[in-house]
């Protein structure tokens, strides 16, 4: 009977092990937004290609978007602009962009030689929109429903496997419930 | 060191002179300065590996000290700028994780351990008690080993 | 060529590893003595071979062998070449590769120094080192190889060593924390043969206590170095973060203080055998886990290594067969038989089982709170940050509770104390402790209840240390006597707890009463920290060996008077593109004054960061003591071979089962 208790120990250690084994291949700074089922912060920024313009949560309201968070500065925006492209032109996504902590001349340079998947530019050079959401490096790339609701974060390049595996199911999703 | 009399007399004159110098975030007093500095070393930088926003360069950290300072001047309190930072980035950025159901366990576990541990140990001593009073005969082989190994105990000092 | 040579002997190790795992151990189960033989010749084989491996690495640093992918991840023809030869252990692969070399020395050093051991002991221990080995051997070539070519496209130029390791620190923390780490290992295979062979007795604790002390040692000298590096080279004069890495190297140091002090009991009284044994097993397994969470990725940590899942799904299942099968092990053969010998509840049995319960609570808060994350985002409970905040609140008072224990329980006897004379023993160094402690707070200026709890154990500690060697120094011939009478084993207790001590002053005190500041600067201006008055008069440029350096010069004062000059820098490293703070630091006993630059503000303005840390050298002088103490403990006279009398005995004993020698010898 006392023996029993001396099996504890190995109880422990596998018990340990099982949290530990689950955790091997997840990468541990991937961070789930805070913002998930709330609605986009307020704000009041401009429009990137027209400063008279002033823009708010209304550029939300009644379409499924994806909101793409972009800077000239930001070298993954770069790689991930051409997926972004095809993503606008070939399967219709609307893509509202927030320009991150950038100066206008840089980002239309940025545009020029790219190309612009944007319906809309939000213009945010102080990064306060960015900081709202909760943005902690760029690019990220939020699935925004129909009612202005984020729905789903992704930190990182979209590319095509992001988008089929990740995005795409979520931006259905919320294109069937609207 | 041949400048140094001059140095001292140049201090000398000046110092009356010139303020304190200006805090890269600007206090009242030194209490809220401490309390910036707590705050800011008592949250994490989503961004970096494991570093608080006071130890860290990356621009996310910057906005955020920014942040805790102008909330600060607002007279906002050490609760609600945390709450303020946990709902735009997450749970994730304080370091001190918040009580609840989920963390209970976490909080409460050194009592638990120590209580079970001083239990066990007040058991042990019990029945090392009782053995003492039956006085259980050993077998003569048992009796050798205890007896070498009390032999160990040759010097007095030793622990 | 030589790339492949290292491969090769690598391979040969593991081969010899195995035969090692295998034959000796069938040796001792047959009772073969021609099988048992081969047990010292194979742990000095294997440890040539990994020796030989690892210097053919350090040349292919040396040399610039860019064609070898470790050391073009790691190193630059740039690097002056003390840093190429620290960037051997830069990396995952090599330090791997250091990890393993200590491993196989420890083996080599048990088969060394064991020659008075019963040869079956011997063996056995050797086999279990042995199988500890063949999972490294087998990891490393698997998963981890450092002599990867990258051929044909040999890059003309390596990617650099992180510059946060171009420093001294890298060449000292590592190895001795891996000495410390994989020292564990000795302690582990003494308990698994004894498990092995059913002989779990005083004996068994004799002979495991020193390796046991040696580890510990080593692994506290680690931890102080790495805490040390951290505080100047990380840039902003933490000492100790709780940050997973350093919680993982804290963990089997504090098991391994528990198993010191828990094999103190069982080699005097022969009790508590079922729990040594356990922690001797837990402590190893405790390294492993901190092996695995530096390398695999699963925690966020500063100071990890990149990470990679495979390497990750190996370690783990490393550590599972040890763990799973020591425990298994321990779980069918750790005696339940309760041992006949009597201790009251004030004896030092009792202290020291209190001392273990206090520092494997600690243990395991350490390790809960370090894992506890990853538990609750399995759970899919969301993602938690478990940092300082926690671990000061919940730590500080068992390091408290351990402190003021052992201060008495310095005092206490083996199988019985008079309470009364521990009553009475107690009421002076407790005046003497509350009136010290308040003149520290006097001294500092200010009074907090931690504060004066922390100060307070430590002086206590010290003064019940300094007492007890007072009244057992006590000699007719005079104190000098008295003193050199005492063992070198007490020595080593009394430095033990004198270094304990001084850790926990120095790390209440910094905390407390250290000054931190984030002021802007520009050059001409001047800034109050602590008592001290920081004068930036300067700022310049300069050429370093691998790097441009902006440097500050600023002057310290105290009362007026030029302390020293100081000259922060913010190094920019051209070939990883990266910038490094250099703080600089005027060290001394009761302080340190710290100065770094952070950002450039405006033109001439900079983010300057001002510390005042008072007796933060002592965290890292006590872990020396400590560590001194512990080297003196294993030179006692007990433990030296005794071979006359061990002959002797063994001749009057004629066919007594081996395993006795040792004890008759003292």
């Known amino acids: 009977m006392r023996r029993l208790l001396l099996f504890i120990p190995l109880l422990i250690a596998v018990g340990i092990g099982v949290f ?16 998930i089922g709330k609605p986009v912060p307020e704000f009041q920024l401009q429009d990137l290609h027209d400063p008279e313009h002033m823009l708010d949560t209304s550029v939300f309201q009644g379409q499924v978007s994806l909101l793409n968070v972009w800077a000239e500065w930001c070298p993954s925006c770069w790689d991930e602009h051409e997926y972004l492209m095809h993503l606008a032109s070939n399967e219709g996504v609307r893509i509202v962009g927030l320009n991150y902590k950038d100066q206008r ?8 030689r790219l190309g612009n998947p944007y319906e809309t530019i939000i213009f945010d050079p102080r990064g306060s929109l960015g900081f709202d959401l909760g943005v902690y490096g760029a690019p990220e790339t939020y699935v925004i429903d129909a009612d202005g609701v984020v729905l789903y974060r992704h930190v990182g390049v979209v590319n095509e496997r992001v988008w089929q595996e990740v995005l795409l199911p979520v931006f259905n999703q919320a294109k069937g419930n609207s | 060191m041949r400048f140094y009399p001059l140095l001292l007399a140049m201090l000398f004159v000046v110092s009356p002179l010139r303020a304190e110098v200006m805090e890269v975030y600007d206090f009242d007093t030194r209490a809220e300065e401490q309390r910036y500095q707590n705050l800011i070393a008592e949250l994490r930088c989503p961004k970096c590996q494991n570093q608080n926003i006071a130890d860290s360069n990356a621009p996310i950290s910057k906005d955020m000290r920014d942040e805790v300072y102008l909330m600060m001047q607002q007279g906002a309190s050490n609760d609600e700028i945390v709450g303020a930072l946990v709902d735009r980035f997450g749970e994730f950025v304080q370091y001190k994780p918040p009580v609840d159901k989920r963390t209970i366990f976490l909080w409460a576990f050194p009592a638990i351990a120590v209580i079970g541990g001083l239990l066990i140990v007040a058991g042990v001593v019990m029945r090392s008690r009782k053995q003492g009073q039956q006085e259980t005969a050993l077998s003569p082989e048992e009796k050798a080993r205890v007896e070498q190994m009390l032999a160990d105990k040759d010097q007095p000092s030793e622990r | 060529m030589y790339p492949e040579l290292g491969q090769l002997a690598l391979i040969l190790a593991l081969l010899l590893s195995v035969l090692l795992a295998v034959v000796p151990l069938a040796g001792a189960l047959t009772g073969r003595d021609s099988l048992q033989a081969f047990a010292r010749p ?34 630059n023809s740039m690097l002056p070449w003390y840093y190429k030869f620290s960037a051997v252990w830069g990396g995952h692969e090599g330090s791997l590769l250091l990890w393993i070399l200590m491993l196989t020395g420890w083996t080599l050093a048990v088969a060394i120094f064991s020659r008075r051991l019963p040869s079956t002991m011997v063996s056995q221990v050797l086999a279990v080192m042995g199988m500890v080995c063949v999972g490294f051997f087998l990891f490393i070539i698997v998963t981890s190889n450092p002599f990867d070519r990258m051929l044909p496209n040999v890059p003309a130029d390596g990617q650099d060593l992180n510059p946060l390791l171009q420093d001294i620190g890298l060449i000292m923390h590592p190895p001795m924390l891996y000495m410390g780490y994989v020292g564990f290992s000795v302690a582990f295979a003494f308990a698994i043969a004894a498990l092995i062979n059913g002989r779990l007795d005083a004996a068994w604790a004799r002979w495991s206590r020193p390796w046991t002390t040696v580890a ?58 079922s729990w040594t044994v356990l922690l001797a097993i837990v402590t190893f397994a405790l390294s492993l886990l901190g092996t695995f969470l530096v390398r695999s990725g699963v925690l966020t940590s500063v100071h990890a290594f990149a990470s990679d899942p495979e390497r990750g799904s190996f370690l783990l299942m490393l550590l599972g067969i040890t763990v799973v099968g020591s425990l298994l092990l321990y779980a069918f053969r750790a005696p339940v038989v309760h041992v006949r010998s009597r201790y009251g509840s004030l004896s030092r049995e009792i202290f020291l089982l209190l001392n273990n319960v206090l520092l494997v609570s600690a243990t395991l808060l350490v390790a809960i709170g370090t894992l506890y994350p990853l538990v609750l985002d399995y759970l899919d409970a969301g993602k938690l940050s478990i940092g300082e905040p926690f671990f000061n609140t919940t730590f500080s008072p068992l390091a408290v509770a351990t402190g003021l224990l052992l201060g008495a329980g310095i005092f206490s006897r083996w199988k019985k104390t008079d309470g009364g004379m521990l009553a009475r023993k107690l009421l002076w160094p407790l005046a003497i402790s509350l009136v010290a402690t308040a003149a520290v707070m006097v001294n500092y200026g200010s009074f907090a209840p931690w504060a004066f709890a922390g100060v307070f154990t430590a002086i206590w500690i010290a003064v019940a240390t300094l007492w007890d060697l007072w009244d ?71 050429q370093g060996a691998n790097f441009t350096a902006q440097y500050g010069s600023f002057n310290v004062f105290l ?39 952070g950002e450039r503000i405006s033109d001439d303005a900079w983010a300057i960061r001002l510390q005042y840390k008072p007796l933060v050298r002592w965290l890292w002088l ?29 001749a009057q004993a004629g066919n007594t089962a081996p395993g006795k020698p040792a004890e008759a010898s003292s």
Do not use: C
């Not at chain 3, 040539?48 to 064609?67: E, K, N, P, Q, R």
């Open chain 1, 105 to 112: 001349e840089t980002a239309f340079s940025f545009l020029g």
């Open chain 3, 472 to 542: 057992k120094s006590a000699s007719r011939q005079g104190r000098l006597h008295g003193l050199k009478r005492q063992s070198r084993s007490y020595w080593g207790m009394v430095l033990g707890h004198l270094g304990v001590a001084m850790v926990m002053a120095g790390a209440t005190v910094v905390s407390n009463y250290g000054v931190e500041r984030d002021v802007r600067m520009t050059p001409g201006d001047s800034a109050m920290v602590g008592d001290y008055e920081i004068v930036f008069t300067d700022i310049g440029e300069r």
């Open chain 3, 559 to 597: 009362d007026g008077k030029l302390v020293t000059d100081l000259h922060p820098e913010k190094r920019n490293y051209p070939v990883g593109m990266s910038v490094m703070t250099e703080a600089d630091i005027d060290a001394g006993l009761f302080r340190d004054v710290f100065v770094a630059i």
């Open chain 3, 622 to 650: 006590g872990s020396l003591v400590m560590a001194i103490g512990g080297f003196l403990a294993i030179a006692d006279k007990r433990y030296r071979i005794r071979v006359k009398a061990e002959e002797k005995q063994k």
């Open chain 1, 20 to 35: 530990l084994f689950a955790g091997i291949g997840k990468d541990p700074t991937k961070l789930e937004s805070a913002r």
């Open chain 3, 42 to 75: 194979l742990a000095s084989g294997m440890f040539v071979f990994t020796g030989l491996a690892f210097a053919i690495l350090i040349h292919a640093f040396l040399v610039d062998d860019f064609s070898v992918a470790y050391v073009a991840n790691n190193s």
């Open chain 3, 216 to 273: 510990w040692s080593f692994l506290t000298i680690g931890i102080a170095l790495g805490s040390w590096w951290a505080y100047y080279e990380l840039g902003w004069g933490g000492w100790w973060f709780w940050d997973p890495v350093e919680n993982a190297s804290l963990l089997p140091w504090l098991s391994g203080t528990a198993l010191m002090h828990s094999l103190a009991v069982t080699e005097k009284r022969g009790v508590f055998k």
